[in-house]
């Protein structure tokens, strides 16, 4: 376990403490929205005793995590989401597992990223190889008519911008290269150790210096009304003292463990470090992380001892006159305090895409490595990066839902009803099939270069079975 290094950050504690109090007095007198996040250093291969264990961590989440979405629906109305920060040296093989539970609506998908010994330049090449890799499942890519590279980041082992003396990383510039690759947030910190920074509990913008490390130990607070102070924005967890923790005092660091769980005594130290962006204190951010791929810590996140805590959450914290509680992914975080910054007011909530444009996967899921070329509310165009024996295209939105077959591309435009699938042969001969899956109530029209082979009622839904001929052309309209 690195050295805590309570030197580092405790006096900015101790000056704090007027400020948290007077927050305190506050807080009783007016509605208080705490938005939530975990943002998880997930690392399925950790401590792995055989090859398949970590695909089976990847599916005990994707249905664990389903099950306590929907309990907390149940009994409260609102549910969790989570935000899985996967590192490249764990594997490309999960990438498609990570993408469906974006679209199943579990959570999204960020960076987290180990290095040590690196230059600006082999950082910069390790990184680029790394977003090609997450760009071909469709990860780290912005909706919209032209995807974008975009990623919040965790720095492996804390050690954001060379800040543990040289081991780790390498590189004091490094924030630079985030910034010019994509990156909007970054999710680090709290550490406790050597890495960490001087300013804490704090939302603001750090910069990075080629000729000393630890650029980000200062930084200027976000605020509302400045809206581009340079920089990178840091988004910190709550570190603090938690003297009612149970059996004695402790250091809160934000970690949740099955050890050290989320109860009652960590989520009002949690409050009370009073994280917000200056000018908009009735905005709380709750940042907490994990290493949730590990069987050891399922528990915290999804077992009995998460459920306590999001119950603790929603009877305290969500009464709708004192407190109202936001779960938000890293990237929706971000986006409020950019709504906060310009001013914006009210229910947090109604700024989840304020300026960051949701994942591409929360739209559609693909079973192959593929190139996004489009993906809109009404438009969605993928390219096979090879010719597939199939693939599986499934789609949020109605009424079309899922194409499968064998076709090099896929293009959809809701607002005309259409299905164009092409493929790479070379003349007319039928050469492969496709099915798709409609809405009751749905049927395919003005079929070009395709042929309706069977029409049937599948699971709730309607399936096509068509024969393709080169490049196909689909409509769909009501029966």
């Not at 790394?130 to 032209?146: F, I, K, P, V």
């Not at 590990?294 to 306590?308: S, T």
């Amino acid at each position: 376990m690195p050295e805590r290094r309570p030197d580092i950050w405790l006096p900015a504690y101790v000056a704090a403490a007027p400020a948290r109090a007077s927050a305190r007095l506050r807080r009783r007198r007016r509605l208080t929205d705490v938005i939530f996040l975990v943002c998880d250093h997930f690392e399925p291969r950790h401590g792995a005793s055989d090859p398949r264990q970590p695909f089976r961590r990847l599916e005990v989440w994707a249905s664990e995590y389903a099950r306590l979405q929907r309990r907390c629906r149940e009994a409260f109305g609102t549910a969790p989401v989570h935000t899985w920060f996967y590192p490249p040296h764990h594997g490309n093989e999960h990438l498609a597992a990570l993408a469906d539970m974006v679209f199943a609506g579990l959570g999204e998908v960020e960076l987290h990223y180990h290095h040590r010994d690196d230059n600006e330049t082999t950082l910069r090449q390790g990184l680029e190889r790394t977003l090609t890799d997450y760009r071909r499942w469709g990860l780290l890519l912005e909706s919209g008519s032209e995807p974008r590279q975009s990623f919040g980041f965790i720095h492996g082992d804390w050690a954001l911008n060379n800040s543990r003396r040289g081991q780790l990383c390498g590189v004091n510039d490094e924030i630079t290269i985030l910034r010019q690759l994509g990156c909007w947030a970054d999710f680090t910190m709290p550490s406790g150790d050597l890495c960490q920074t001087r300013k804490i509990n704090s939302i603001y913008y750090a910069t990075s210096d080629p000729r000393r490390p630890k650029g980000h130990d200062r930084g200027v607070d976000a605020r509302v009304g400045v809206t581009d102070p340079g920089g990178l924005l840091m988004l910190q967890g709550p570190l603090a003292i938690n003297w009612r923790a149970p059996g004695y005092p402790r250091i809160e660091n934000a970690a949740l463990t099955t050890a050290n769980w989320g109860r009652l005594d960590r989520i009002r130290r949690w409050i009370d470090c009073n994280i917000h962006v200056q000018g908009r204190p009735e905005w709380l951010f709750v940042k907490l992380h994990s290493h949730g791929a590990i069987e050891r810590d399922f528990d915290a996140l999804f077992g009995e001892r998460a459920w306590d805590m999001h119950r603790t959450l929603n009877e305290s914290y969500n009464d709708g006159r004192r407190y109202r509680l936001h779960y938000v992914t890293a990237r929706q975080a971000c986006n409020i305090v950019k709504a906060a910054e310009h001013g914006e007011r009210g229910n947090p909530s109604d700024f989840l895409d304020y300026r960051v444009r949701p994942p591409a996967h929360a739209a559609y899921a693909l079973d192959v490595p593929h190139e996004l070329i489009c993906c809109t509310d009404e438009r969605l165009r993928v390219r096979a990066l090879q010719t597939p024996h199939a693939m599986t295209l499934r789609l949020r939105a109605g009424p079309l839902w899922q194409v499968t077959g064998t076709p090099s591309a896929i293009a959809l435009d809701r607002a005309a009803a259409r299905l164009t699938l092409e493929t790479q042969a070379v003349d007319d001969a039928a050469i492969s099939e496709a099915t798709v899956e409609l809405e009751p109530g749905f049927e395919p029209a003005a079929l070009e270069g395709a042929e309706v082979l069977a029409s049937e009622p599948h699971h709730g839904r309607r399936r096509v079975r068509l024969s393709v001929r080169g490049a196909a052309s689909i409509g769909y309209r009501r029966a």
